[in-house]
């Protein structure tokens, strides 16, 4: 019998608190997951891999909080915000689509705040808006009002 959307929902959670994503990937993520983010259209264990491997990059020695996760149906959604050496994120969202017991789409957004020059590390005091990403590329930033099309320096 397949296991119910909170059920995957919370091990695939348990288990990137822990680090493992290879078991990760093997129980809770169908082979052809499809991963939308606003930079990026991919599909398979190994575009979760990459993500994954930016994320890293991008928030070393970090620390994540679930501030929301709902569920519906099929349907998961995931708020939470992030600490690092590096830069911030103050409203990720994941949104998952959970069939047959595994992962069957995920969306990935957040924007990326610059710790640097802070107290406690969050946010900038250039009065610049933060850069923007949601495929945890951190060489792209999606365009939109007073947002350059690439990271500013300090953020690199």
Partial sequence: MNRSTIEVFEDHLKLRVEGDLDTDLQRNYSEAVVLLTENSNAQGHDAMRASARRLAE???????????KQVSGP??????????DRFNVNGGADTFLIKDGKIQMQTIHYQLVSNKGRPGGLGQQ????????SDHDPGRTAPGPNIPGHLPSDLE
Avoid: I
């Fill in 58 to 68: 991008q928030l070393p020695n970090s620390k994540f909080e679930f501030l929301s």
């Fill in 75 to 84: 349907y998961a959604l995931l708020v939470w915000r992030a600490h690092s």
């Fill in 126 to 133: 250039d009065g610049r808006r933060p850069a923007r990403t």
